[in-house]
């Protein structure tokens, strides 16, 4: 039996504001092409199908018209909710389309109910996890200690292995987790609890392989225990890793070979550093000015519209950090310190120079700011109460120094 292990679709998710529906459409329409290809038997999905507990419309033709290809293309289907889906909403008429080859596991009770497939050699038992919530199951077995999803898993493997000696036969596990040894990034919803909700590898022994999800980047814990990732590239620390699932056939005896097999990517993400100069000015960025950007500007002050500048090189440069190759000293000294026995001109000066990372005000700011402290000392000079050899910056003069410079950079 021939199995393509993939998870984490995550439909409906937005990469930082933009839809990523078109994208997973193209991998998903991929996807069933390589089943059709390389005569796939069985597509297994380990969760986070939907992004969101409350799915869009779209989102569902979306997963509606995945399901359907793969079927076309061949292959029944195995679906487990992840820790984004919510169980009632992707399992609603669950049992009906079952029927049609496509089985959507949501319930907690049907861990230990295997969806059996059988081919030339006979039976292959499918076991669909379904993400399991301590707090939420431990009421169904008041028993059994169930504090945290070590204990759990642990649980219902027990229950999978005890169903599997009565049936016999070869066996896949689905399961929604972290595991011990993986390395997770920045864009899975954490359900570790601190680190206690690791879930040692030991406690999938026993099956021929074991399909896992909820890391996004591929990985093999060992060679029947792997993560296939997400289709899509949800976050720039997951740029350089690929994007595809697992290959899995059994032979007779259980698992014989498993390789990898590679999805499109339909915008490839880079990240880059280096002045804004630098890089608008750069003939060896125009590779990647219709990819996915993110940008680290190393100018010493940030420069404005730094963003707009970008896009209109780059249009989909989506992210930008200022992170300044020559970062000023930081000083202890106290605001107080920092203003006593200063003149107007001064404090201003060292206002810029500090909001600034070190840089003053320029020739033609000094200038604008000599004016503006010199027009306010006239204006108050003329006033009964003025006391000309005390006078600091009013708030309206200060606001007005600051839009003169702030023309001045623009």
């Not at 008041?142 to 219902?156: C, I, M, R, S, T």
């Not at 200022?322 to 203003?339: G, K, M, N, Q, S």
Request: charged fraction near 20%; charge should be negative; include cysteine.
């Amino acid at each position: 039996m021939r199995i393509l292990h993939t998870s984490d679709w995550h439909i409906g998710r937005t990469f930082h504001g933009h839809s990523t529906i078109g994208n997973l459409r193209t991998v998903l329409a991929a996807l069933a092409a390589e089943v059709r290809e390389r005569s796939v038997d069985v597509v297994v999905v380990a969760g986070d199908i939907f992004d969101s507990a409350t799915p869009s419309a779209e989102a569902y033709t979306v997963l509606e018209a995945a399901v359907v290809a793969l079927r076309e293309a061949g292959a029944s289907v195995v679906l487990t909710s992840g820790n984004h889906d919510s169980a009632t909403r992707l399992g609603f008429m669950s049992r009906f389309s079952g029927l049609a080859g496509v089985h959507v596991v949501t319930r907690q009770e049907q861990h230990s109910v295997p969806i059996t497939i059988s081919d030339e050699f006979g039976p292959v038992h499918f076991y669909g996890i379904p993400y399991l919530e301590p707090a939420l199951l431990r009421h169904h077995y008041p028993d059994v200690p169930l504090k945290n999803h070590e204990q759990v898993l642990g649980f219902v493997m027990d229950r999978i292995r005890a169903d599997l000696a009565d049936r016999g036969g070869r066996s896949v596990v689905l399961s929604h987790c972290f595991a011990v040894g993986v390395e997770p990034s920045d864009v899975e919803r954490d359900i570790t609890s601190g680190g206690i909700d690791y879930v040692p590898l030991s406690v999938f022994d026993g099956p021929d392989y074991v399909a896992l999800g909820h890391i996004h980047g591929r990985s093999m814990l060992s060679e029947r225990v792997r993560y296939s990732g997400a289709p899509l590239h949800y976050s720039f620390s997951e740029a350089s890793k690929p994007r595809g699932g697992w290959l899995v056939d059994l032979n007779a005896d259980g698992l014989s070979t498993v390789e990898w097999v590679d999805l499109p990517v339909p915008r490839a993400l880079s990240v880059i550093a280096g002045s804004l100069d630098e890089i608008l000015a750069d003939a060896a960025h125009a590779t990647i000015e219709d990819h996915w950007l993110s940008v680290i500007l190393t100018d010493q002050v940030r420069p404005l519209d730094g963003m707009r500048k970008l896009q209109a090189r780059f249009g989909h440069c989506v992210t930008l950090e200022h992170r300044p190759a020559v970062t000023a000293d930081a000083t202890e000294t106290t605001y107080a310190e920092r203003v006593r026995a200063r003149t107007d001109a001064e404090i201003v000066s060292g206002f810029l120079e500090f909001v600034r990372n070190g840089i003053g005000p320029n020739e033609l700011e000094t200038d604008i700011l000599s004016s503006v402290l010199t027009e306010v000392a006239l204006g108050e000079a003329d006033e009964p109460t003025a006391q000309p050899e005390k006078t600091r910056v009013s708030p309206t003069a200060a606001r007005r120094t600051v839009d003169s410079l702030a023309e001045v950079d623009a």
